[in-house]
């Protein structure tokens, strides 16, 4: 079985899980840990996560930003001592990518999907003159 938790400040990671939900319509491989919207420990929920990880399950825990305390508390965890395998500075296509990969998420293919992902990531602009060429949004959902 796959398993995903995602573990952000703020509501990054219920975000992330409600996008999931809208492109795949199933999100229910994924837990989402949205951190410091209160006072409570996160820590937790993310060791329940650990916890339910059993032999046989690909798991990976997704984390917003390398060095902050989120991806640190994951850290101090251990969750590569259970088999599971943790990315930092997770982004949608990335999420996406290891849920939908028909591959073992095994490290060497999570690497490459992480890979792949980050070099979708670039500064973009509409073309100068985009009137005369502009497609309906008829064309689009064609």
């Not at 938790?5 to 319509?25: D, E, M, N, Y």
């Not at 989402?32 to 825990?61: K, L, N, W």
């Not at 991806?71 to 996406?96: A, F, Q, S, W």
């Amino acid at each position: 079985m796959r398993k995903f938790l995602i573990a952000s400040h703020g509501r990054v990671a219920s975000g992330i899980k409600s996008a999931v939900k809208i492109l795949t319509r199933d999100d229910s491989a994924i837990t989402a840990v949205d951190c410091y919207m209160d006072e409570s420990d996160f820590t937790p929920q993310i060791q329940a996560f650990i916890d339910s990880v059993q032999t046989g399950d690909e798991a990976v825990i997704f984390t917003d930003l390398l060095g902050g305390s989120v991806c640190n508390k994951v850290m101090t965890l251990r969750p590569e001592d259970y088999g599971i395998i943790h990315v930092t500075g997770v982004n949608l296509i990335c999420v996406l990518g290891c849920l939908l990969s028909d591959d073992s998420l095994t490290p060497a293919v999570v690497d490459q999907i992480v890979s792949d992902a980050s070099g979708l990531i670039r500064r973009v602009e509409s073309p100068a003159d985009d009137s005369a060429d502009q497609d309906s949004e008829s064309d689009f959902f064609a």
